[in-house]
């Protein structure tokens, strides 16, 4: 599975957009990008995955670029409750299901 | 639906006693997983199952032993506790490897 790179930590102000970026420059063509978080001490929670398309559910989008080396999860109005460490994972559609969790960014978001 | 379940939520243990971490799934899921996180680290695999019967390791399966024998229960023994096994332990099910998971709680684990 190819390697991700997330800044450490980001901050957003309550009800404004939050775009947390990741790089995967060398991802395959068989790769999905997921997006998951973990708020505070919890299990992580699953928030989206796409291939090459651009994708939007009830939580967030994700906008992949079309050379696929890089993408950004978007929180279209941030609130409080969105302060978590957000993790960007790529992975093959049909592994062992492992997921590779790096660093992640931490967001805070700020009233 | 509860969801993924993982009894206990906190547990001590002493060197070299062993115990059994419990995770349960409503979801009829076929793949379940077990993960640890240590603090300022990303979670990292320690055994996992694509159905009833067949289980196989991750990335850090030493030190822990799996059995599948429903779809629901996929539960975690450690044979001989250390101190080195401290550490926050994960469940996850999907409905297949490839799908997105579903994590439990967690088991808050301190081995002295």
């Known amino acids: 599975d190819a390697k991700t790179t997330q800044p450490p930590s980001m901050d957003c102000a309550e009800g404004r957009a939050a775009n947390l970026p990741c790089n995967h420059s060398?991802?395959?063509?068989?790769?999905?990008v997921y997006w998951y978080r973990q708020i505070h001490s919890q299990g992580p929670q699953y928030i989206i995955h796409?291939?090459?398309n651009n994708e939007t559910n009830e939580m967030a989008s994700l906008i992949i670029t079309e050379d696929r080396k890089s993408s950004t999860l978007i929180l279209p109005h941030a609130t409080l409750r969105d302060t978590a460490v957000y993790y960007c994972?790529?992975?093959?559609?049909?592994?062992?299901?492992?997921?590779?969790f790096g660093q992640g960014t931490t967001l805070q978001v700020k009233p | 639906n509860a969801g993924v379940t993982q009894t206990p939520k906190f547990q001590v243990l002493k060197t070299g006693q062993s115990m059994t971490l419990q995770c349960a799934q409503d979801m009829n899921h076929e793949y379940m997983s077990w993960y640890r996180q240590d603090p300022g680290m990303g979670l990292r695999l320690i055994h996992y199952s694509v159905g009833a019967g067949i289980t196989d390791q991750g990335e850090v399966p030493n030190g822990y032993n799996v059995s599948r024998s429903t779809t629901e229960d996929f539960p975690l023994r450690l044979l001989s506790a250390a101190p080195s096994q401290t550490s926050v332990y994960f469940c996850?099910?999907?409905?297949?490897?490839?799908?997105?998971?579903?994590f439990g709680p967690g088991t808050r684990l301190t081995v002295l």
């Open positions: 996850a099910s999907s409905r297949q490897e490839w799908n997105e998971q579903f």
């Open positions: 994972i790529v992975r093959v559609a049909s592994n062992t299901g492992k997921l590779i």
């Open positions: 060398t991802i395959s063509g068989n790769e999905y």
């Open positions: 796409g291939l090459k």
